[in-house]
């Protein structure tokens, strides 16, 4: 079966996957003379710098989501369809789906990274990653869960693995997530859960490499942690997780913490493709590109974004998997597709600069020029994030959350949202 | 193990369950000399009456939600926990939950009612219930899953199955959800879905009785059915459905529809609460309560809101099931319970009238002295719900959204949510 797709006279080009990569790149090509093919798993875009704001019942997840139909309802040339990608057959240009298999004339991959657990299965199934909307709404959950079952718990050690909260990684998820819980703990446990001593509530911030927020400036690293620090956050650095059973987070050093809930925002590694060869797959799982973004070897399969390794001179081990390289790349090679088929332009980052938030007022950011820690750089922040939102209603309910919880101290969307269990008719339903 | 509560000289009232009767309840009592226990499954209050505006993507579930800590946060005496209650042991005085129990001085039963199937299983494992936030939203999950993928689907007869839409039931909640989809079909699937041809889509509202809207007056049972006409719904009155296998819905007169979409909104029966003598339950498992709403044969346990059944003299058959009962019962029972407690009085029903809404602009309205139908009901209708909506961010956010898609023709939150799959910990997560 083919996917169902009108014939065309026009050349046909495939977009797997609509994070910030894809779908700017579909959007930029939207009025070209190809035929734009985009897929997805899922039928909407999400903005994945504000999945912690899920987690901590800040924002809705519909307010960082964008519907891709969206795309198809403005462009006539553009095509949707929500399904996975199976494999691809590079010698006959086809992909494969559950929902029926399209020849391409140009294949983009931009599938994105997911959650890397580094091997260990155990962790694997008792940590909770943040690489979805679907896993930061179960965070949600199992927190709010978690809070109301210490009320009934007498004994010390089951409670404090209730509402105790460890998460792994230093990175700019680990640090912002971290934040957040710290100011939920402060400002809201204590007039909710008036039974539950907010003293006993502890968040711990395990980050293997010497500071925090690796790729930032040392102003910003000490910042940041300084700023978690100042809310009760207990920082531990230098420090391995090594196994976790779902009860006690065990150390390299052997130290354990009892808690029943561990985020796991330690790394990731790119998502998988059947049917391109072992030798372009490089570096957590990346596809080997050149400047152009074409992958190794092949003419007309391009990599883009947190799935793409490109080696440039200010970048020798490849770009970092962030937002910007995913837009500049998309931008790149749309531009190449369209304008300058001819003569294409060869790939170079312009980094625009970097920046966390860590709770109530306190951000660092890092520009080309300029560092800056504190209130401002927390204004900078929200501006900076309510612009790169997708959809104009997103920006008006976020801007009112925002708005709503900064004025009240309070986080009013703490639901837990339990899923209709009707399994069996869900995968069916899934069924192509 | 006993649920942790505060030991207290207070006599202690146990409010099982959160909808319109209990939480108004709770409210009244907040301040009393009461100690009150509000017990409820969810940890929010769902506004039921825009349900089926969650179903058809126009509201998000937060917006019609309401945390009950909120309650806890407010009121010293008031203590929340997420339970359910499996059974009452009323001689001594005491209930039973996962939780642990609880001795109550009096206990007020008010968890409303479910779907009722009426025994027919095979129509219980397909249909779709509208019962719950939970459940409107997995109905939304399939209606969007479903056009997604009769995008694929060449055969006309598998198509008509993943696109019509067979609703049963012609009270409020069946005519309300049948007029949304009707607009859907309108105005936002011609745009999204341009390879769907939208006349192909069929939506069927089954009635088993002779006129829409049994409750209401002759003109507002046939206006509704006139608007739905004009929206080109296909209303079948004086037909009952006998079977549906999840793919022929099979009429009393052995006529069939194909569809994979059955929405199943026919009847209610109470919730049960074991221990309960089988004596004092009633019509649709209702509990035969006195003027007091005492359940028959005991003094401290009351029953309010659409568990209760009582006999006035303009209901001889009971009140109708509906939210206005259940508050002025709970208002009622409040005043009893606190300022009347040598005199009370006796509840009678003030019916301040019932409406509803079927799409854009039309709505009917019957109130004591006056019935109107049309745009002005409409604007009434929207009035109503707006105030009667718990919480002010709830309101602002409902307001919002309704404004944005009256502008826009559009609902743009067509987001397939799925739950995260790790069920094993969910299974867990909710064991007390």
């Known amino acids: 079966m083919h996917i169902n797709i009108p014939a065309t006279e026009r050349d046909r080009i495939i977009i797997v996957g609509a994070g910030f990569a894809g779908l700017q790149l579909a959007r930029q090509l939207a009025r070209s003379s190809y035929q734009v093919v985009l897929l997805d798993k899922n039928n909407f875009h999400q903005f994945q710098p504000l999945f912690y704001q899920v987690a901590i019942a800040r924002l809705e997840p519909s307010s960082i989501k964008f519907t891709l139909r969206k795309e198809n309802q403005k462009h006539a040339n553009v095509f949707f369809r929500m399904t996975s990608v199976e494999r691809v057959d590079t010698a006959a240009q086809r992909i494969y789906t559950p929902m029926g298999d399209l020849h391409y004339d140009h294949l983009v991959l931009a ?117 978690l620090q100042e809310l009760g956050v207990i920082v531990k650095k230098d420090t391995r997780v090594v196994a976790y059973d779902g009860k006690y987070v065990e150390m390299h050093d052997g130290s354990k913490i009892r808690s029943n809930k561990v985020i796991w925002a330690a790394g990731i590694q790119a998502n998988k493709l059947v049917g391109l060869p ?91 020029r300029l560092k800056f820690q504190g209130f401002f750089a927390w204004v900078v922040w929200l501006v900076v994030h309510l612009f790169a939102l997708i959809g104009v209603k997103n920006k008006i309910f976020v801007f009112i959350n925002w708005v709503w919880n900064y004025i009240t101290y309070d986080q009013s969307l703490r639901l837990i949202i339990r899923p209709f269990q009707r399994q069996q008719e869900w995968k069916e339903a899934e069924k192509p």
Not at 114 to 121: C, I, M, Q, S, Y
Not at 289 to 313: H, K, P, T, W
Request: charged content about 25%.
């Open 111 to 227: 599938m994105g990274a997911d959650t890397n657990f580094f091997g260990n299965e155990e962790i694997q199934r008792h940590a909770i990653p943040m690489k979805s909307v679907a896993e930061a709404l179960y965070l949600r959950n199992r927190i709010l869960n978690d809070f109301e079952r210490a009320l009934s718990v007498p004994d010390y050690e089951e409670r404090q693995g209730l509402i105790d909260i460890v998460i792994v990684g230093g990175g700019p998820t680990g640090v912002e997530v971290a934040g957040a819980l710290a100011e939920m703990k402060k400002y809201i446990l204590p007039r909710e859960y008036k039974e539950l001593d907010s003293k006993e509530i502890d968040i711990y911030l395990i980050q293997g490499a010497d500071c925090l927020l690796k790729g930032m400036s040392a102003e910003s690293s000490a910042a940041s942690e300084r700023f």
């Open 278 to 368: 072992e030798s372009v797959i490089t570096y957590g799982r990346r596809l080997q590109v050149n400047r152009l973004n074409q992958v190794e070897g092949f003419s007309c399969i391009y990599a883009i974004g947190d799935l793409a390794y490109m080696e440039e001179e200010a970048f020798p081990q490849g770009h970092p998997q962030v937002a910007q390289v995913a837009i500049q790349q998309a931008e790149n090679l749309a531009r190449n597709l369209t304008k300058k088929r001819q003569n294409p332009q060869p790939f170079s980052y312009q980094d625009l600069g970097s920046m966390a938030t860590i709770g109530r007022n306190r951000a660092v950011v890092d520009l080309k």
